[in-house]
């Protein structure tokens, strides 16, 4: 008969994050020897990791922070991603964040790859402590984004999608001389209403000139006067800037005005935002 427990299944669990049949699998090869059943697991997931390279990550978080700068502020935002909520929600999987985002926070390149070659606290390179924490947990984890936003103020928002889950939408966002409660209202809208752009200026040409084609080939293929087509283009073309444009986006709180015309009467600008939802 096994020598464990009930309880030392779940603390086993707690303190890796792996599944219960791994647990007790561990648990019953150590002969109920906790230190020894978290070796076991460990080694066994790092045989694993190639195997699961191939593996869909579409769970995880958005971690991010602020700090202060010479300039103002300066905000930067990691999403960490796993296979499945279970580990998502795991201390953890969550302190691992934690610990990245701190790095990262460091970091003038916080590219990916830059991020995941740095080192981190206790020795080693924040790659090898994701390599290391999903041997542990027997899941793929991966360092997928990383950005930084910087500013006069920098706003941070971030959103729980699941109360039981940690925040898988988080939103940066820099503006000049916009109230802090206003330029919160707008980060918040962001994470609402995912804007691509931030204005009409930022759209590349070819989406532009993209969408003028379909928008007139639709027109036309509709049966409307040919008179009557840079009217219609014109007037599907606003639709496309009011859908994914921020300053042309109808506010949030308020859809009778633009969040440009929210700003233009809190007296500033935004200058730059980040939007990460988790998996998208």
Do not use: C, W
């Amino acid at each position: 008969m096994a020598n464990y427990t009930t309880a030392d299944i779940k603390a086993l669990r707690e303190r890796t994050g792996a599944g219960m049949m791994d647990v007790k699998k561990a648990l019953d090869e150590a002969n109920g020897d906790a230190e020894k059943a978290m070796e076991i697991i460990r080694v066994k997931g790092l045989k694993g990791l190639a195997k699961r390279e191939g593996r869909s990550t579409s769970d995880g978080l958005v971690a991010a922070a602020v700090a202060s700068t010479a300039a103002g502020q300066r905000g930067v935002m990691i999403e960490l991603n796993s296979e499945t909520d279970f580990v998502a929600k795991a201390t953890k999987f969550i302190d691992l964040a934690q610990a990245i985002l701190q790095v990262a926070a460091a970091q003038a390149d916080v590219t990916v790859e830059a991020v995941a070659a740095a080192a981190m606290a206790d020795g080693g390179t924040v790659q090898d402590a994701v390599d290391n924490l999903s041997a542990t947990v027997g899941e793929r984890l991966q360092l997928r984004r990383v950005t930084q936003v910087a500013g006069p103020a920098v706003d941070l928002y971030l959103h729980r999608t699941n109360k039981d889950l940690p925040p898988q939408v988080g939103v940066l966002l820099a503006t000049d001389q916009v109230d802090e409660a206003v330029a919160h209202d707008i980060a918040m809208h962001i994470a609402a209403y995912s804007p691509t752009y931030l204005t009409r200026e930022d759209v590349p040409a070819a989406t532009v000139e993209s969408e003028q084609r379909i928008a007139e080939q639709t027109a036309k293929e509709e049966g409307k006067p040919e008179a009557a087509l840079p009217k219609i283009v014109q007037g599907r073309m606003n639709g496309f800037f009011k859908e994914n444009v921020l300053v042309d986006q109808a506010f949030a709180k308020d859809p009778k005005q633009s969040v440009g015309q929210v700003l233009k009467a809190a007296g500033g600008q935004v200058t730059g935002f980040a939007r990460f939802r988790v998996g998208a």
